[in-house]
């Protein structure tokens, strides 16, 4: 009797947890849409022609009075709303970490995010200035709201689940991001059979991802249960202290942490490099397509589709290499293909989308597995029963540098007028990333953690 009770405690401690996992799905299915038909195919160029609609004779818009090349505009954007998220994610880990209670927090980021979205459907004319804005309040609330999402996952899926259940989650994302796509193409190819101008139709494009995020965002923070944290609870001493203060000492004293792992911070600041180069790819790449090489907004959406279709297959084929040849071997792979597919698209002639479309598939078919297997090897380098605190420093880590390559991109592009020369500039960032990643030992850095050792990684 006392086993059946034990044995039907554990279904449906089992069956709850499968539920949060589901719940947890589907925020990535909710704002997978704001980074690919908002961050990668619309705003780049959408918010590029406003400002250079706004621009002076010589090219330059002058937010705040400083000169900025119109060309640069939507790169610096990106970069200063990474720095932006970066100041504000300690103050919302902390407050996380003190309360146990992320699902609030989680709500404010995510429909501040969603609320910015949904407003670039006002961006005309040369508001360039507001479409900098929204950019910056939607793109750090992501971020934000990404790094409490990740913090769950330690939470809802035990060692033995949390590759498949992170995978899974890519996998809603890509699945959103396409199917979104496949609305927008439709849109924007057909728009005067809706009754709509290009432009119009791009700006719908743009406030339909903030609605989708905030629609299907409700189904997470429905599922998701709040926990206390072990660490709480008649501490005071918080509300006498500065809440930005309380956010930077706790990233302080995870790093202190880290610094006792020193194999674990060498993986982490590897993973901080190439993914910064990543990220700026995603970002980027449909300015490089429509500046420099003069495709149609048709052609980068559907390039991106193809991105999104194909990451999902790469995810998985990857996936299966690493449980051949190790984590390690597969991400170090990856790297060499993203330095390759940069270099060949330095070379794509302008006017051709068929080599646009090559490069596309390229990109697709590592996307995926670069990072949920990066995302699954740092699992294993986390100290047992300091899961959150680290998957919070791994998110800060995501977006800590990722200012960095959109600011290379558009230095390069202000001082050479070259896209070409701005997108090879990023390779940079996969040779350093491999150099740094190579010269990690996985097995004792894992061993080293306090966790077994797979007998592949």
């Not at 956010?247 to 880290?258: K, P, S």
């Amino acid at each position: 009797m006392g086993t059946g009770t034990v044995r039907t405690e554990a279904a449906d401690e089992a069956a709850g947890r499968r539920r949060e996992q589901r719940g947890w799905y589907f925020y990535d299915w909710a704002c997978s849409v704001y980074s690919t038909s908002v961050l990668t195919v619309f705003l780049g160029p959408y918010l590029t022609s406003v400002a250079k609609e706004a621009a002076d004779a010589d090219g330059f818009v002058h937010p705040l009075g400083i000169p900025v090349r119109a060309g640069s505009f939507f790169a610096y954007s990106v970069s200063l709303s990474v720095i932006v998220a970066v100041l504000v994610m300690p103050l919302v880990g902390a407050a996380a970490d003190r309360t146990g209670r992320k699902k609030p927090l989680l709500a404010v980021a995510a429909y501040l995010g969603a609320t910015a979205t949904t407003a670039m459907f006002f961006l005309d004319g040369d508001r360039y200035l507001l479409g900098g804005v929204l950019l910056i309040v939607a793109n750090a609330a992501q971020s934000v709201a990404m790094m409490l999402y990740n913090s769950y996952l330690p939470q809802i899926a035990p060692p033995e689940e949390r590759d498949a259940v992170s995978s899974r989650g890519w996998a809603f994302g890509y699945a959103s991001g396409s199917l979104m796509l496949i609305v927008n193409l439709v849109l924007y190819l057909a728009h005067d059979s809706f009754g709509v101008s290009e432009s119009m139709a791009v700006r719908i494009c743009l406030a339909s991802a903030g609605l989708w995020w905030a629609a299907f965002a409700i189904i997470p923070l429905r599922r998701l249960r709040d926990r206390r944290t072990t660490s709480d609870a008649g501490d005071k001493e918080p509300s006498t202290k500065a809440p930005g203060a309380m956010g930077f000492r706790q990233l302080a004293a995870t790093v202190r942490d880290m610094r006792r792992h020193p194999l674990t911070l060498a993986f982490l600041l590897a993973y901080l490099i190439y993914n910064d180069g990543i990220q700026t790819v995603i970002s980027q790449a449909s300015v490089y397509g429509s500046e420099e090489l003069d495709l149609g907004q048709s052609t980068l959406i559907g390039a991106v589709l193809l991105v999104q279709v194909l990451a999902v297959a790469g995810a998985l084929a990857m996936g299966r290499l690493a449980r051949t040849y190790g984590a390690k071997r597969t991400i170090l792979g990856s790297l060499i293909a993203w330095t390759v597919t940069l270099a060949a698209g330095y070379f794509l002639p302008a006017g051709a989308p068929v080599w646009f479309f090559v490069l596309a598939a390229g990109i697709g078919l590592v996307l995926g597995g670069s990072q949920a297997l990066s995302r699954s090897l740092f699992s294993h380098l986390v100290p047992p029963g300091k899961e959150a605190e680290y998957f919070s420093a791994y998110e800060m880590s995501d977006r800590g540098m990722s200012w960095l390559g959109p600011l290379l991109f558009g230095i390069t592009y202000q001082l050479t007028g070259s896209y070409r020369d701005a997108i090879i500039s990023l390779v940079a960032f996969f040779v350093l990333g491999f150099a740094l990643l190579a010269r990690v030992p996985v097995r004792r850095a894992i061993s080293d953690a306090g966790n077994p050792v797979p007998p592949t990684i």
